[in-house]
Every structure is written in structure tokens, then in C-alpha cells.
């Protein structure tokens, strides 16, 4: 990296320092709506007890998990909320707030990671889409088409009944989905940086194609990429949840919100609680997951840089 | 009723309420506009040109805006005293206004005869055919062709979107348009075209025109008088003579200066000093003080007012004060 | 005009193809063997042979691909591996009744969204307009199913007003049964449409033609109608036709939670069962539907944004 920065002219290096300011530009303007910080600490928390379940499971070896979270103790069923159980117990009598906590990971983790492979794979094929231009542009972006021809919802079954059900399959589904959206996202950003005039001065010094991505195109693409990222995550997990839900993603015994749900619709009459409050779960999440994309998308408006 | 002037602003203030400050937009504006006259009002952009129109309108948004004191005589009657529906009927068929841009100030889903219809049909009762006739009728003073009157606004040019806004507010053939900028945003031989558009129209329909602008270029050739705007405030009002000729306002003396010249060989343009002051927070005593070449002591506490340098030519400046030496000697 | 609609349409039919192409290559992939499926694992080893040589499930998958779209452009869809009936008979069977719950759900959101993003726009920053907010803003952010599981317990279970699943029959029941479900699915909807509807009249609000409108000295009321509304129509539309898209998967969960019998839920039962051929079928009807859809949005458009209207105009 050293040499890049010996070999371009001063005016190039400017984009670079820009970039660190915008970063804690865009953190100062966030800061600024209450409601998207209050949904990244909220997010904070949840992302914080997850971990805080992972170092349970490898301390305690599973144990703890198997016994609280997967273990039936038919007894205690469908408690409401006590002392012992802050959300109650569900139909088989497992603590409800545990298997909440424990079910993060395939909600939120999930989510992320299924649009970070998006992002990844779609953002390769955008670029390339963009970089190469005509020929190649356009068979990707046909392909994509054929993608964005189907309802997103629909292209996820499609997968799932191709590889059936569980997680990683689910998974895959989610992040097949939304690769057209970061390809776009991609292939546009590539296309605004190619023709500025930067480039041909980089190009002149002997920069390389990647050099170009990595300095031009990457920095100029984090902004809707954060953005559209936040809001896919949101997106992502609704999707997981509902395919959960209908049986076809995550399977039982996991504590998956959206299994959770679709389990608690037998017992609606007597015990609402396993109804209402893994959904509220879910909301949340969701609902942070869009106050911090719309805070954001606020916060990177480039109209609002002084 | 026996009137001189069709409109008179007596002492008008304005403010707008923000979440930065109070913004003083008009600090007591006078002015008057006789039948038939143009009078040209100068100023730099957030002299508070267009809160004036606006005012005169009626189109200050509640809130924020606020008009605190002041009159508005049209024709004797002060506007501020009628009711929203008597202000209706004045908008649009008594007084008129076209709007600075020309490209987005006209609804681009609407056909522009149904856009002049509008109009028509708001302030009497017409048939739609007659309307319709009327709107055809206007196309046709205004230069366009008839038949091109169901077609949409982005398939004419700036300088036709122009004339057909023109079209709009004389449609009803008003006694007074107030033009803001009409011509900025136009290139200069259309300018031209729209200027002597709009000085043939005024002579034929006898309407009163209150032109804004900060081109003196253009005061000079469409005038009759001329007001001079600084900070909320007219800081000099008199004949085009008087302005152009024996300007006496040290803001005055500053815009002509800046203005480069076909004839005189000039090293540098001479810029006035400093900048406008931010509305929030004007200037104590004299609002153009802190940029005057003459400013004195006196200047900062001064309650400023017009005085009379002829019948028809008055300065907002203490130099100008009658008992000026009374005051130097204290 | 025609011309517009004629270029679209072209445009959609290599796309569709494309689809048919992945779907069909897609589902392939699925485990088990089509021939158990149908015959049952009990079946002997010959009877399995000779239906996979009917089938012509040995010949080359391509093959096989062109055989599929050829009789899916006469009209065939295949039939059921479980139980012999036409996939297309089925599809259009269930269909309709999805369709009640979507329409409903888009006009449900277009009668409550459209009239609180106006006020809410006109309002800004007034109690109204960030009270809608939030509520839109959480409408936004609640998944479709646990919405409807909510308003199960609150108005069948608690309050016993309306049936809590089945599709009713007769004029009546039907409208009774179809209110939970439509409120559940077009609540993301109403909150989208909402949210846009007033970002969009923002927009048109601070334009200088508004300005002009009433100069005129013509009514509020009319300046909002007649020109703020036409104006900020147009990106509602398209707003109203990406909805479509996420309704059609929404409407696969509301049909879950409120047992209704429509395509959604044969298409979850299919998957479960591993009848192939329903699946297929329903996604490559589903996917055309969505595309005439869309096409049906973008000639709207057209239709209604003069800029595009004058280039075709007596075309």
C-alpha cells in the first residue's frame, strides 16, 4: 500500500483523508436522531447477549443450552410471566426469555450474514457488470432481470424447495435474493467513478484495475451500501422468520423466533404470551434495524455536506 | 373612490420564526405605486424582496411567518384587514405575480390552457368553452401559437414557459403584477423579448407594475421609479432620474459602483465591503453601518428614517438629516 | 401508446423465458426421484423404469427443459406426483382466492395510506404527522404473519367478532372472513404507501408552481388536489407496484395463519411434500403474473406522467 501512496499525486490522496472525515461526519450526524441511536443500542444489546450465549455454550460445553433452551419439561408449561420465567414458558415448558436470547443468532446473525454474501457476490458481479461494460454488462444485468422477475419471497421458496429446508439452505435462499439489489448498487457506483477524471490521472501513474476498485469504487459505494445493507439485514430476517414460520427454514427443536411463532399458533387461546412476544422480538429488531437505515441514509445525504 | 396610488405598504414588518432565530425579514417597508407606473425595487438576494411580494400577496405561510405590524393599501383598502376569501378574490385577478423561475413554475401534469383556464374560470363565471376561448385568446397576446394549447409545459422553452406564466397573470386582466425576477434565469436576447413582452402588455391592459430585480440594467429601461431594499428596509425610493442620476445612499452609490462598464476603462470592480448581515442578528441603529464608507459614531444608535431630498426623492440615511448639523455638534 | 405497451411487452418475453429456464433448473436439483414420488417406494423396479421412460426422465436435462416450456405454451402445467391432478387445473383453482386478499390488502392501503400521507404532509411536524409516523414506521417493521396472529387473538379469540380462518362462503361470510386477513397483509402496505405518500407530497409541496397555483387565488383545498396531488401521484404509483411483489410473499404467510385456501398456501404444502410440479407450476403462473403486473404499473405511469405521454401520443 505504501508505494500506491509514493506513487499519486497529492490531489489523489485528498479522497483518502475525505474518507476519514466523512466517517466521523456521518457519526456526528447520526448521533443527532435519537430514535437510529436508540436502535443501535438496542441492536448493541441483542448482538452482546448473543455473544454473551456463544461463550455459555463453549464454557458450559452446550449443557446449559441443551438443558434450558432444547430440554421439555412438560411440567411447567405454558406459564405466563414470573419471577422464574420473565416471558413465561412455552408449550413444552422451556423458558421463553432463554430461547429468545439463545434464538438471536439465527435471526440477526443470520440476517447479516445472508446479506453480507449478498453484498460479496453481487457486488462482484455488479462491478464487474459496470467495469467491463457492453457485452459483459449486459448478460449480468439480463440475468439479473430474470432474478428481479420473480417476487422476492418466491425466488427464496424456490431455492428452499430445491435444497429443502434448514438453516444453511434458508440462508442461501435470503442471499440469493437480494444479490440483484447489491449488484445494482455496485454496477451504478462503478459507472459514476469510471468517467471522472481521477481516474485517467490514476490510470496515468500506472495504477491497476483492483488498485481502482479498492481506492475509487469501494469508498464511493459504502454509502448506499451501508444504507441499502441496514435495510436488506431488516429485510433478510422478516424473510427468515417467515419462511420459519410456514416450516420450511429453520427446524425444531431450534429456538428460532419465527418457529416460535408458528408453534405458539396452537396454543393462541390459552397461553398468548409465546404468541406476542417473540413477534415483539422480532419487531424490534426490525424496526431498529430501520430507524438506524434511515438515520443513515440521513446521515450519508451527501446534499446535507457542507 | 378617489385613489392615487394603487398600492401603498405602510411600516410593513415581517418575521419568520425559525429553529435558528427570529428572522427580521421586513423591518417597516414604505412604498407606493401609482396607476399605471412601474416601479423597479432593487436589492441583493435576502434584502427581503420576495417576502415584500409575497406580503403584498398574501402568500406568507403562517407559520413560520408571521406579519407583525403594518398596512397594505390596495386602492385605498388595507388588505391585512380582509378576510382570506376577500384576499382571494383580489389574488389572481386584481393583483398578480409571476414567480422568479420560469422552468418549474408552471405544473408540469397540467396542459398549459387548462393552467390559464384556471384563472379565468376562478374569477368569473364563464363557460368552459369560454374559458377555454380566453385561455386560446391569451396564447395568442402573448405570442404563442393558439393551436399549441393542450400541450404540456416541458415541450415549450424558458423563454415561452415564461410568457405563458405572463399569459396566466394577466388573464384577468389585473391593476397591479408584481413580476419577481422575471427575466434571472433567462438568457439575455430572451430577456429582451420578455422585458418588451411584458412593457406592451402593461401599456394595453393599463396595469401597475412593481418589478424585482437586481439588475439596474434592467430598472433603467422599464421604470418609472425606482426603490432601493438593504435588510428589510427601502433605503432610498425616488424617480429613475433621481436614482439613476443623483443617487445619494451610500448602498446606492455602492451597487452603481459595482457595475462593469462598456465605456470607462476600470482596473477593478469596486465591490461593496463586507456582506449582507445574516437576518437573525441585523445591525443596531443603521442596518448597512458596518459596510459604510461614511459611517459615523452616530450611525449605531441612529433611529433610522426617510428623509426628503426632493418631492418625490427620499434617503434612509442620517447624512442626510436635515438637522445634521445639530447632531454633529452634540 | 400502443406502441409503448407492445415495446414493454416484448421486452418481458426473454426475461420470462429466462425464468422458466431457472426455475425449471433450479428444482431439478431436488432431491428424490420423481418416479418414487408418483409410484410410491413399493413400487417394482420395472414399473419405476418404465414411468421414467413415460416421463422421459432419463433423457438430457435440456431436453427435458424444452419439453417442459413447449407444454407449458399450450397450456400444461404437468399434473401432482401425489395425486394425478392437472397442476394448471389446481393453480387456477386457488389463485382467485389469493387474489381476493391482495387486491383487498392494495385497496385497504391506498383508501387509509394515501389520505394520512396528505395530511400528514400538510401537517408537517404537527402531532398528526409524527404520530403517523411512528405508527407507519412500526406498520413497516412488523412481520405480516405475527400481525395477523395478533389480530386473531384480539378480534376472533377475545372478542369473537370475525373468524379466525377458513374462507367463507356466500357473500357475507366471505367479506366477514377476508377483513383479518386483509388488514394483516396490507398493514405494511398502508404504513409503505403512507410514508411515501408524504415524502413525495414534501417534495411537491416546496415547488414553485405551487406557488403560481395560488397566486391564482384558487382554494386550498384545490391547490392540494389539483396540483400537489396529480404531481405527487406519480411516484406512488411506482411505490404501489414494488408492493406487489412483497404482498405476494406476504400473502403466503396470511394465508398460513388464517388457513385460507388459496396459492400461497398450496405452494408451502407442495414444498413439503416434494410435489415438484405444483411448485413449478406455481412459481413460473406467480412470476408471470407479477410481470404483467409490472408492466401493468409502467403503462399506468406512462399514462399518467405527461413527459412520457407526449412522446407517444397518436402513435
Given at each position: 500500500m505504501e508505494n500506491i501512496d509514493k506513487k499519486m499525486p497529492e490531489y489523489l490522496e485528498e479522497d483518502i483523508y475525505s474518507e476519514r472525515s466523512l466517517m466521523q461526519e456521518t457519526w456526528r450526524r447520526l448521533n443527532k436522531s435519537k430514535l437510529a441511536m436508540a436502535g443501535m443500542y438496542f441492536l448493541i444489546l441483542l448482538c452482546v447477549l448473543s455473544v454473551v450465549t456463544f461463550v455459555i455454550d463453549v464454557v458450559t460445553d452446550k449443557s446449559f443450552y441443551n438443558e434450558h433452551v432444547i430440554d421439555q419439561d412438560l411440567v411447567n408449561r405454558l406459564k405466563g410471566p414470573s419471577l422464574n420465567h420473565i416471558f413465561g414458558t412455552d408449550e413444552f415448558g422451556r423458558d421463553i426469555f432463554l430461547r429468545i436470547i439463545w434464538g438471536t443468532r439465527y435471526s440477526l446473525f443470520m440476517g447479516i450474514f445472508a446479506i453480507g454474501f449478498a453484498i460479496v457476490i453481487g457486488g462482484i458481479i455488479g462491478a464487474i457488470a459496470g467495469f467491463y461494460g457492453r457485452v459483459t454488462d449486459n448478460i449480468l444485468m439480463r440475468f439479473m432481470d430474470i432474478l428481479l422477475a420473480m417476487p422476492p419471497m418466491l425466488l427464496a421458496l424456490t431455492v428452499v424447495a430445491a435444497l429443502g429446508t434448514g438453516l444453511l439452505n434458508v440462508v442461501i435462499a435470503v442471499a440469493i435474493s437480494y444479490i440483484p439489489t447489491y449488484a445494482r448498487v455496485l454496477r451504478a457506483s462503478v459507472l459514476t467513478v469510471k468517467d471522472k477524471e481521477y481516474i485517467e490521472s490514476a490510470r496515468a501513474v500506472g495504477a491497476s484495475n483492483a488498485q481502482i476498485i479498492i481506492r475509487f469504487v469501494i469508498p464511493n459505494?459504502?454509502?448506499?451500501?451501508?444504507?441499502?445493507?441496514?435495510?436488506?439485514v431488516a429485510g433478510a430476517i422478516l424473510t427468515i422468520a417467515s419462511l420459519s414460520f410456514v416450516g420450511l427454514g429453520v427446524q425444531p427443536p431450534l429456538p428460532e423466533w419465527g418457529l416460535m411463532l408458528s408453534n405458539a399458533r396452537t396454543y393462541m387461546r390459552e397461553a398468548w404470551h409465546i404468541t406476542v412476544i417473540p413477534g415483539i422480538f422480532i419487531m424490534l429488531t426490525i424496526l431498529s434495524l430501520n430507524l438506524m437505515g434511515d438515520g443513515l441514509r440521513d446521515a450519508l445525504d451527501p446534499r446535507l455536506k457542507n | 373612490m378617489e385613489y392615487e396610488n394603487i398600492l401603498e405598504v405602510r411600516n410593513l414588518k415581517i418575521i419568520y420564526r425559525t429553529d435558528d432565530g427570529v428572522v427580521e425579514a421586513l423591518n417597516g417597508v414604505n412604498l407606493s405605486i401609482a396607476k399605471g407606473k412601474t416601479l423597479g425595487l432593487v436589492g441583493e438576494t435576502g434584502a427581503g424582496k420576495t417576502t415584500l411580494a409575497k406580503g403584498i400577496m398574501g402568500l406568507?405561510?403562517?407559520?413560520?411567518?408571521?406579519?407583525?405590524?403594518?398596512?397594505?393599501?390596495?386602492?385605498?383598502?388595507?388588505?391585512?384587514?380582509?378576510?382570506?376569501?376577500?384576499r382571494r378574490k383580489i389574488r389572481g385577478a386584481e393583483i398578480s405575480m409571476i414567480f422568479q423561475d420560469p422552468m418549474t413554475s408552471l405544473n408540469p401534469v397540467m396542459p398549459v390552457g387548462k393552467q390559464i383556464e384556471e384563472v379565468l374560470k376562478e374569477h368569473g363565471r364563464i363557460t368552459n368553452e369560454e374559458a377555454k376561448k380566453g385561455a386560446e385568446n391569451m396564447l395568442e397576446i402573448v405570442g404563442i401559437p393558439k393551436d399549441r394549447v393542450d400541450e404540456y409545459p416541458h415541450q415549450f422553452s424558458g423563454g415561452m414557459k415564461q410568457r405563458i406564466i405572463i399569459a396566466i397573470a394577466l388573464a384577468c386582466k389585473p391593476r397591479l403584477l408584481i413580476a419577481d425576477e422575471p427575466t434571472t434565469a433567462l438568457d439575455v436576447t430572451i430577456q429582451h423579448q420578455v422585458l418588451t413582452l411584458m412593457s406592451n402588455l402593461k401599456r394595453e391592459f393599463d396595469t401597475s407594475l412593481l418589478m424585482i430585480t437586481h439588475d439596474l440594467g434592467i430598472v433603467a429601461q422599464n421604470c418609472d421609479y425606482v426603490a432601493i431594499m438593504y435588510a428589510g428596509e427601502i433605503v432610498e425610493y425616488g424617480t429613475l432620474h433621481d436614482i439613476f442620476k443623483n443617487y445619494k445612499h451610500p448602498y446606492t452609490e455602492g451597487l452603481f459602483g459595482s457595475i462593469p462598464s462598456l465605456t470607462e476603462d476600470v482596473e477593478r470592480l469596486t465591490p461593496i465591503e463586507g456582506q449582507v448581515p445574516d437576518p437573525t442578528k441585523l445591525p443596531k441603529g443603521c442596518k448597512f453601518h458596518p459596510r459604510c464608507k461614511y459611517v459615523q459614531e452616530a450611525c449605531m444608535s441612529w433611529d433610522s428614517e426617510m428623509y426628503n431630498i426632493s418631492s418625490e426623492h427620499q434617503v434612509r440615511c442620517i447624512l442626510y438629516n436635515p438637522e445634521r448639523k445639530s447632531i454633529a455638534e452634540d | 401508446m400502443w406502441r409503448y405497451i407492445l415495446k414493454r411487452l416484448l421486452m418481458i418475453i426473454p426475461v420470462l423465458l429466462g425464468v422458466t429456464f431457472v426455475v425449471f433448473m433450479v428444482l431439478s436439483l431436488a432431491p428424490g426421484d420423481p418416479a418414487i414420488s408418483i409410484l410410491g417406494d413399493k413400487a417394482s423396479q420395472a414399473d419405476l423404469e418404465a414411468l421414467r421412460e413415460q416421463l422421459g426422465l432419463n433423457d438430457p436435462i435440456l431436453v427435458q427443459y424444452f419439453r417442459y416450456l413447449g407444454n407449458i405454451l399450450k397450456g400444461d402445467f404437468g399434473i401432482s406426483y401425489k395425486n394425478q391432478l392437472s397442476v394448471i387445473k389446481l393453480v387456477l383453482e386457488r389463485f382467485p382466492n389469493t387474489l381476493y386478499i391482495a387486491v383487498g390488502a392494495i385497496l385497504f392501503s391506498l383508501v387509509f395510506g394515501i389520505p394520512i400521507g396528505i395530511i400528514s404532509a400538510k401537517k408537517q411536524y404537527s402531532f398528526i404527522d409524527n404520530a403517523s409516523m411512528v405508527w407507519a414506521l412500526v406498520g413497516v417493521s412488523m412481520p405480516v404473519f405475527w400481525m395477523g396472529l395478533l389480530l386473531v387473538i384480539v378480534f376472533s379469540l377475545k372478542l369473537k367478532l370475525l373468524p379466525s380462518s377458513g374462507m367463507g362462503e356466500g357473500f357475507v361470510p366471505l367479506l366477514k372472513s377476508l377483513v383479518l386477513p386483509v388488514v394483516a397483509l396490507g398493514s405494511y402496505s398502508l404504513a409503505m404507501i403512507a410514508r411515501m405518500t408524504r415524502s413525495s407530497m414534501l417534495e411537491v409541496i416546496r415547488q414553485d408552481y405551487i406557488s403560481t397555483a395560488r397566486s391564482k387565488g384558487i382554494?386550498?383545498?384545490?391547490?392540494?388536489?389539483?396540483?400537489?396531488?396529480?404531481?405527487?401521484?406519480?411516484?406512488?404509483?411506482?411505490?404501489?407496484?414494488?408492493q406487489f411483489g412483497t404482498l405476494m410473499g406476504g400473502s403466503i404467510m396470511t394465508e398460513t395463519v388464517f388457513s385460507w385456501p388459496g396459492i400461497g398456501r398450496l405452494m408451502v404444502e407442495s414444498i413439503k411434500s416434494r410435489d415438484i410440479p405444483i411448485v413449478m407450476g406455481s412459481v413460473v403462473f406467480l412470476s408471470v403474473v407479477f410481470s404483467l403486473v409490472n408492466l401493468l404499473v409502467d403503462i399506468l405511469y406512462a399514462y399518467v406522467d405527461p413527459q412520457i405521454k407526449s412522446q407517444y401520443k397518436g402513435k
Open positions: 459505494s459504502l454509502a448506499p451500501i451501508i444504507v441499502q445493507g441496514t435495510l436488506g | 406568507i405561510p403562517y407559520p413560520p411567518g408571521e406579519i407583525i405590524s403594518g398596512e397594505i393599501l390596495y386602492c385605498g383598502e388595507d388588505l391585512l384587514k380582509f378576510t382570506e376569501k376577500r | 382554494s386550498e383545498a384545490q391547490v392540494t388536489y389539483r396540483h400537489m396531488l396529480k404531481n405527487a401521484l406519480i411516484p406512488i404509483i411506482t411505490s404501489v407496484g414494488l
